[in-house]
């Protein structure tokens, strides 16, 4: 079955009774047959059925052998990082979602495990950071300057080094990216993101490409106990019936909103790797089959920020991506403000960009939306420069 196929057919009559959309089993604990018996369900954070449907589905879609589902993405970047012990060290993307950062330095480092920032695009600095490291940790897209990284070159360099390779696909989603076919040994998701689609529920995604490496993570979904509740995986379940369809409306959009603001006078960057200069567009093309719906821009100025979130009407002012409706984000203030400002420029994170989530909706009444935002920017702007 094609992966458009799989996605829609997720659940579907896996439950005795043939219902097409697998039920919620909200049950706690499931009674034992006789001492020492089961039917495979005991107690509901170390196994639920509709959880258990849930990861059996996205193991399929993303290629790999088990699949976790956790009560958010940094509940699913925090489960991956388990693997790690005092004294190990990470090297990771200088372009990380912001909360994967402040994990890394302020949750891990105090204790004792350290975490070196290269750009991973650039797979000779990858090698020359990596010996001695346990992990190589990579978006991409990164979020939010778009960055791509090599994904087979980073599994290559990390299996020689002896570390994992773990990417965050939230961006691609499998129906356009598999980094475990690619060599990842782990596949992390904000399943809050695309694969949920709907702005409506928190959810995070682990995905082992080795019986080993599941197992380790098994052990610390039920010892740690941060699952996903079965609420939440029907909700997921649901949600990526559609996946496939989604992502093209979501690209569809995008390309046309991409090439608008290119040509727009007050727009001075477009990062998107579906632009023919983005430099990054080669690897992205050999990687994934879309470019995606994640969109950056820089404005001409800082000054047109606030008036630009101020008079969007269709697309909302707010933080996450991924849904259906378009989203605007100002990464310098939000997704990444607990990331110092030097270290954030210089990974091009500067306060005159913002980040679309470019929704599904007509992409004529987006840009329309844009323009009438920016106009309004540039007046407010040219009204501050006269007085
Ligand atoms: C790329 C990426 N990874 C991880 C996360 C964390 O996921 P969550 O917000 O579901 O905890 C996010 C959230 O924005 C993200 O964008």
């Known amino acids: 079955m094609r992966l458009e196929t799989k996605f829609v057919q997720a659940g579907n009559r896996r439950d005795a009774t043939g ?3 697998f039920p919620v089993h909200r049950a706690t604990t499931y009674a034992h047959p006789a001492l020492g018996q089961s039917k495979g369900f005991d107690y509901t954070r170390t196994q639920n059925p509709t959880r258990k449907v849930l990861e059996e589905a996205v193991a399929e879609f993303e290629g790999g052998v088990r699949g976790f589902a956790f009560s958010s993405g940094m509940a699913a970047v925090h ?9 190990d060290r990470v090297v990771a993307s200088d372009d990380l979602y912001g909360g994967t950062y402040r994990l890394f330095e302020q949750i891990l480092r105090p204790l004792g495990i350290q975490c070196t920032y290269v750009n991973t695009s650039d797979l000779t600095a990858v090698s020359a950071v990596l010996p001695g490291a346990r992990m190589l940790f990579v978006e991409t897209p990164t979020n939010p300057t778009m960055k791509i990284t090599d994904i087979a070159g980073c599994a290559k360099l990390a299996r020689e080094h002896g570390a994992w390779l773990v990417v965050d696909n939230t961006f691609m989603t499998p ?3 598999r980094p475990l076919e690619l060599g990842a040994d782990l596949v992390v998701h904000s399943a809050t993101k695309y694969l949920g689609g709907h702005n409506d529920v928190l959810a995070g995604i682990v995905v082992a490409r080795h019986e080993a490496l599941a197992e380790r ?6 010892s740690v106990g941060a699952v996903l509740s ?4 029907w909700l997921l379940l649901r949600g990526m019936k559609t996946l496939a369809l989604r992502m093209e409306r979501h690209e569809q959009n995008t390309r046309r909103i991409a090439e608008w603001l290119a040509g727009h006078p007050a727009v001075t960057r477009v990062y998107y790797p579906g632009l023919a200069d983005h430099p990054g567009r080669e690897v992205h093309e050999r990687q994934a089959t879309g470019y995606g719906g994640m969109i950056s821009f820089e404005v001409r100025d800082e000054a047109m920020i606030e ?6 009407r269709v697309i ?8 259906v409706e378009s989203l605007l984000t100002y990464p310098a203030r939000q997704t990444h403000f607990d990331i110092p400002r030097e270290i954030r420029e ?4 500067t306060d005159r960009l913002l980040r679309m989530s470019v929704g599904i909706e007509h992409p004529d009444d987006l840009i329309r939306d844009l323009d009438q935002a920016l106009a309004a920017a540039e007046a407010v702007v040219s009204a501050g420069l006269r007085d």
């Open 316 to 323: 909302t002012f707010a933080e996450s991506l991924g849904g």
């Open 19 to 21: 219902a097409v959309s």
């Open 217 to 222: 993570i098994g052990f610390w979904q039920n």
């Open 230 to 233: 079965p609420d939440d995986a």
């Open 307 to 312: 008036p630009v979130l101020a008079s969007v």
């Open 175 to 177: 129906y356009l990216q």
């Open 79 to 87: 489960a991956v990082c388990s693997l790690l012990a005092p004294g």
């Open 346 to 349: 210089a990974a091009g994170v």
